[in-house]
């Protein structure tokens, strides 16, 4: 299995969170600015002749979907953001998710209680 370039894993976070799609509805899901159709249609192709997608017929077109799960894929590469933004640290992590107020307290607090009743 290659490595992904950063195009190539913009489309594969894509269907790893949405399942099966068309190349239009790649598209929709994609940021802006977003690519041609065509653009997204030659790295799917390429995608897929890689191993990571696959398609089936559907009407007229084609419905893609990934054929390697996010985590075989992980493992692999080491892609754990925790490993490559927070240089392995779990205690950066939680501060990062209290600076950003993506978790309370009281959530932090029940973690904890989980932790110690599962040890």
């Known amino acids: ?3 992904l370039s950063r195009r190539e894993r913009v489309i594969m976070d894509i269907f790893w969170k949405n399942g099966p799609l068309t190349t239009s509805e790649i598209r929709e899901l994609m940021p802006e600015p977003r690519p041609h159709i065509n653009t997204i249609s030659t790295q799917v192709r390429m995608l897929e002749s890689n191993g990571f997608v696959s398609h089936r017929k559907e009407g007229t077109g084609y419905r893609y979907f990934s054929v390697i ?3 075989d894929y ?3 590469y080491d892609v754990n953001p925790l490993t490559r933004f927070m240089h392995n640290s779990y205690i950066k992590a939680v ?3 209290v600076y950003d107020d993506k978790i309370t307290v009281e959530e932090l607090e029940e973690l904890v209680r989980n932790i110690r009743q599962n040890k």
Do not use: G, P
């Open 95 to 97: 501060s990062a998710l």
């Open 74 to 76: 992980s493992k692999e």
């Open 69 to 71: 799960e996010w985590l």
């Open 1 to 3: 299995m290659k490595k």
